[in-house]
């Protein structure tokens, strides 16, 4: 009875939250709401669409059983779909509708699985054409984007799913979680840090690649080397005579041979001051340089900044880190704020920052 009970509360509690551009977010409402509206109509979940002021993102909660919630995303899916044939839709590129949902960060783990199994294991059995997870959490939020595409029916069954691979954790964590407020091409500028990440992680891959097929190029080069000097080795009359033993001698004798030892005060000083081998605090302060970049409110990038730059000097006293903010550019409502030094410079200097833009935030409620 009260593991009924129980399902019957999660059921009722159950939540999906989607993520959209402010420009497909129009394609979905349609105009005057005729699109929501006949969405809403045909699914027995509940919908919900946030307001787009100045051009911010498209949230869509939906709410409802897992079936319901499955449903209403295989709605949404055959939806886009037909609107793509009609009006472009910004990811109108693929050949397949891409859906991205917001799950809390505490839940990704379950969803990848030891090693990224699951993902691989998906897009096998449910015939998924791209199921990818963000590598990052959206700024200042806890909540990290799963990007699906494919058919109408693979949506419904990931939806499935997730929904059942993360439950019942995920009503816990999305009342207890920091959830992503829509901003002004934030989920362009989450894309844009996406694949800049997978081109360096493709790079540096290729870079270890190439050098691991140099040293093996160059090991067998080697191989090859000693192998012909050996098998062209043939000894002459001089090797021959070279070969044979001579007489023994007294001074042969191991108690007369006289041997060098160097201690190690007196060993040669090309090896004792040998900077090859040597390993100062500036290598181990070099080898463990990090950066991390926050996106702040052009509102308040003036006030983190302070007068002449007094508080953001104060910032860096206090850290030690280098912070930078990049220029203003129209029409954007954030800046970037990068943080360079060692790493517990970096997440002091993250902490005081985080801090100074919560105060900021109270003043001006």
């Known amino acids: 009875m009260s593991e009924t009970i129980q399902q019957d509360e999660i059921k009722q509690k159950s939540m999906l939250r989607l993520i959209f551009t402010h420009e497909d977010g129009g394609v979905l409402i349609g105009k005057n709401g005729r699109h929501i509206t006949k969405l809403k ?23 409802g059983s897992i079936e319901e919630l499955s449903n209403a995303v295989f709605a949404l899916a055959q939806h886009l779909g037909e609107q ?41 059995d449910l015939d998924v054409s791209w199921l990818h997870v963000f590598h990052d959490a959206i700024p200042f939020s806890s909540e990290r984007i799963v990007e699906v595409s494919g058919s109408e029916a693979s949506l419904q069954a990931v939806t499935s799913w997730l929904l059942q691979t993360t439950m019942p954790e995920l009503v816990d964590l999305q009342q207890t979680s920091t959830v992503y407020c829509p901003t002004k091409n934030g989920l ?21 690649s190439s050098v691991v097929q140099v040293d093996k190029e160059r090991l067998s080069r080697k191989r090859s080397h000693s192998s012909l000097e050996v098998d062209s080795y043939r000894p002459t009359a001089v090797h021959r005579d070279a070969d044979r033993k001579r007489p023994r001698r007294s001074s042969d004798n191991s108690s007369t041979r006289s041997t060098k030892h160097h201690s190690p005060s007196t060993r040669p000083e090309r090896y004792v001051h040998s900077p090859r081998h040597s390993y100062t605090d500036s290598n181990r302060h070099v080898s463990s340089e990090q950066q991390e970049k926050l996106v702040v409110p052009d509102s308040i990038a003036g006030r983190l900044i302070g007068r ?26 954030d800046r970037v704020v990068t943080v360079s030094g060692r790493p517990s410079q970096v997440s002091s200097a993250c902490k005081l920052i985080r801090d100074s833009i919560r105060s900021f935030e109270d003043l001006e409620t």
Do not use: Y
């Not at 911010?56 to 709410?63: F, G, P, T």
């Not at 104060?314 to 990049?326: C, T, V």
């Open 84 to 124: 793509a044939d009609q009006s472009r839709l910004s990811e109108s590129s693929t050949q397949f509708p891409t859906l991205r949902f917001l799950f809390p960060t505490k839940c990704i783990g379950s969803i990848l699985g030891l090693g990224g199994a699951n993902i691989a294991k998906i897009r096998a």
């Open 188 to 208: 362009r500028q989450m894309q844009l840090q996406e694949r800049q990440r997978a081109s360096c992680d493709q790079h540096s891959r290729h870079t270890s």
């Open 308 to 333: 002449s730059g007094n508080h953001l000097s104060s910032l860096k006293e206090r850290s030690g880190a280098q912070i930078e903010l990049s220029p203003r550019v129209p029409n954007m409502q």
């Open 41 to 63: 109509e045909s699914t027995s979940a509940s919908w919900f669409v946030s307001r787009s002021s100045d051009g911010a993102d498209r949230l869509v909660v939906l709410r």
